[in-house]
T-cell receptor, first 116, second 114 residues
Framework: GAGVSQSPSNKVTEKGKDVELRCDPISGHTALYWYRQSLGQGLEFLIYFQGNSAPDKSGLPSDRFSAERTGGSVSTLTIQRTQQEDSAVYLC??????????????FGPGTRLTVT | AQKVTQAQTEISVVEKEDVTLDCVYETRDTTYYLFWYKQPPSGELVFLIRRNSFDEQNEISGRYSWNFQKSTSSFNFTITASQVVDSAVYFCALSENEKRQLTFGSGTQLTVLP
């Protein structure tokens, strides 16, 4: 079946502009995650959605970052007033999620964001 | 707080050699999950294995094997008879029962030379 898809694959933006990154999870996966991969910081968790529960936003680095998930499926990560330190690859992952177990997360190809 | 340490930043081997990638983790949870992911040059993270904390049985899948030892908080990954296609960055990761997001190690860059 189809894997996790992300768009755009590359985004170049000027400092101070807002950007939106999109993630389409695997059909039927109830959990969706956003991570960021940068040279200096490695792979960092940003935000986690599980079903209709309130998202876990504990990894968001500042209030310029926000995300939503509509209809329990597609998610959008928004970065406002982008800064050069926001340059990174933004990865989305989805998984099944049980009450008593944690399932493997499947990752999308990522969006490479460059802030000039 | 949880933490994953991959002390080997880079490893280089010649094809057909065996290679072990080390992973040490820290967690206060009694229930947790360990993972290995492969990131080839194309960039996409590929899931390799998941291990539950209550299952210490080692696993073999083809040329890949994993050694999980709770006593030393380690979850090491061995590739037998390495091939050039195994060249990639390998990440070890941990998730806990209460916090399902993955905490990643810094990764090990494996280069297999022909």
């Amino acid at each position: 079946g189809a894997g996790v898809s992300q768009s755009p694959s590359n985004k170049v933006t000027e400092k101070g502009k807002d950007v939106e990154l999109r993630c389409d999870p695997i059909s039927g996966h109830t959990a969706l995650y956003w991570y960021r991969q940068s040279l200096g910081q490695g792979l960092e968790f940003l935000i986690y959605f599980q079903g209709n529960s309130a998202p876990d936003k504990s990894g968001l680095p500042s209030d310029r970052f926000s995300a939503e998930r509509t209809g329990g499926s597609v998610s959008t990560l928004t970065i406002q007033r982008t800064q050069q330190e926001d340059s990174a690859v933004y990865l989305c992952a989805s998984s099944l999620q049980g009450a008593v177990s944690s399932y493997e997360q499947y990752f999308g190809p990522g969006t490479r964001l460059t802030v000039t | 707080a949880q933490k994953v340490t991959q002390a080997q930043t880079e490893i280089s081997v010649v094809e057909k050699e065996d290679v072990t990638l080390d992973c040490v983790y820290e967690t206060r949870d009694t229930t947790y999950y360990l993972f290995w992911y492969k990131q080839p040059p194309s960039g996409e993270l590929v899931f390799l294995i998941r291990r539950n904390s209550f299952d210490e049985q080692n696993e073999i899948s083809g040329r890949y094997s994993w050694n999980f030892q709770k006593s030393t908080s380690s979850f090491n990954f061995t590739i037998t008879a390495s091939q050039v296609v195994d060249s990639a960055v390998y990440f070890c990761a941990l998730s806990e029962n209460e916090k399902r997001q993955l905490t990643f190690g810094s990764g090990t860059q494996l280069t297999v030379l022909p």
